[in-house]
């Protein structure tokens, strides 16, 4: 069955789809790889996009601190923090005997307000586009003053109008979490195609939000399929397609300059002597395919992404290794798409974010569900913080980075492929943490008990 998936080259890449499809870890180093600077202005994206989608943000931020009291603090900005984390760095190194070298963080996208994961991002932005859209096209609302003008979002008027639509989306239950409930608070009606791998709590919390949840027995890719069929056949009902939207895609971005910013306040230099190395859970590809969108507009060539996938759902590694073809999928190379990792439980990838940023991620790899409740155990035990399956899955990257696992030299030549021997003392780390504050204590301590087991 592998030895029918050829590159877009016309190559037979039979060798690393087959460890593809035996669902063991692997890691791959991307070998189109090109220079932010040769790929960036070709790309139908730029990063005007990305200052658009901030600003219109900046816009919505008294609304939606007046409507989510979590965001009062911040001032109805959406961000996560920059957590230094010594001492998961020292556990990871005694308990797999890897010298980690520079400094390593946690990007807290599972502390996100609202919907408690990356997908805050991308869904509630997308969301809110809509809104602005739809309120402006109707002569109800003026951009001019929007820390006055936004607020006319609650007033009848414009109530009345959002009560006659629906914003809809296929979700494995994160995403549907920040487009429902943003939807729902704005007053819009919301209506969210849950797939079989999402969770009976993330089904719960929509419901109890007034989010109508719609139930498949098929995977992810077939509920994003039903819901934007739905969508189609109702002028009032507006689709959240993860699978192909632009405006997901820039939400994710805008976390770039957010995060060199945070950087700065830090005293961390980027740099061509100080090379970043971020590490990013993916699905479908979009929200770490507008992350790293965002990171080499901001940082070039010195930023290196990783993304990270689970062993029995590595689609977006399967799109790479086949330029995205159409309709390519983990089921044609015999897996399953079963696995805890339910946000990453995914059975095709995002042409969208794959034919963007495949000149631009440094590599794939993938990982076990041990391996997520083993770091699940480990950032808790270690730093006292609460993420989900899922979040864990980019921490094996430094391991991988620093430690010749495979036995194939590839990490080691892309450092030295990279000049970056001599510099890897002054790099900075990043694990992107992507969801976690939300779970149901009870379910928490079934994590922690299934890592506790696995991480001796």
């Known amino acids: 069955m592998t030895g029918g998936i050829m590159d877009s080259k016309g190559g037979n890449r039979k060798e690393t789809i087959e460890k593809v499809g035996s669902a063991s870890p692997l890691l791959w180093i991307n070998d189109r790889l090109k220079s932010a600077s040769d790929v960036l202005p070709r790309l139908p994206l730029s990063f005007s996009d990305i200052v658009d989608a901030g600003e219109r943000l900046s816009r919505f931020a008294p609304l939606i601190s007046k409507i989510f009291s979590d965001t009062r603090v911040a001032g109805g900005i959406i961000e996560s923090p920059l957590i ?15 010298d980690i070298k520079g400094r390593l963080f946690i990007k807290g996208d599972h502390a996100l307000p609202i919907a408690g994961s990356v997908k805050a991002r991308g869904g509630i932005y997308e969301v809110l586009h809509f809104a602005e859209a739809l309120a402006v096209e109707n002569g109800l609302l003026k951009k001019t003053d929007p820390t006055k003008t936004y607020l006319k979002i609650l007033d009848d008027d414009i109530q009345g109008l959002f009560k006659k639509y629906t914003v809809s989306v296929g979700s494995t239950g994160n995403l549907g979490i920040s487009v429902g409930v943003t939807a729902a608070a704005l007053g819009l009606n919301g209506t ?7 969770k009976e709590w993330k089904k719960s ?10 139930e498949h027995e098929e995977d992810y890719t077939r509920a994003v399929r039903a819901g934007r069929e739905e969508a189609e056949s109702d002028p009032h009902t507006y689709f959240v397609d993860d699978e192909s939207s632009r405006h997901l895609f820039l939400g994710y971005a805008v976390s770039a300059p957010r995060l060199e910013h945070q950087l700065s306040e830090a005293g961390l230099t980027v740099d061509s002597d100080h090379p970043l190395f971020v590490y990013i859970p993916c699905g479908v ?3 770490p395919g507008g992350i790293t969108f965002g990171l080499k507009h901001i940082f070039g060539d010195d930023v290196h992404t990783f993304f990270a996938e689970p062993v029995c759902a590595p689609a977006f590694l399967l799109g790479m ?17 079963v696995t805890e990792a339910d946000g990453l439980a995914v059975s095709s990838p995002s042409i969208l974010a794959g034919s963007t940023v495949k000149d631009l991620v440094s590599g794939l790899f993938t990982v076990t569900d041990d391996d997520l409740f083993r770091f699940l155990h480990m950032l808790w035990s270690s730093e006292g913080i609460k993420v989900e399956p899922s979040a864990t899955a980019g921490f094996m990257g430094p391991i991988y980075l620093f430690k010749n696992l495979f036995k194939d030299n590839a990490c080691i030549d892309y450092i030295r492929k990279n000049g970056l021997e001599e510099k890897m003392e002054n790099s900075t780390h990043i694990l992107w943490s992507t969801g976690g504050s939300l779970v149901p204590e009870a379910e928490y301590i079934e994590f922690l008990e299934r890592g506790r087991k696995v991480d001796i």
């Open 84 to 98: 230094t984390v010594p001492n998961l760095k020292e556990m990871i190194s005694q308990k797999s005997g890897v």
């Open 192 to 198: 969210v195609h849950m797939s079989s791998e999402a």
């Open 205 to 214: 919390f929509l419901r109890d939000r007034g989010v109508t949840v719609v």
């Open 285 to 287: 590809g979009g929200a």
């Open 321 to 337: 290794l086949t330029d995205f073809r159409e309709g390519v999928s983990i089921y044609d190379v015999g897996l399953n798409n």
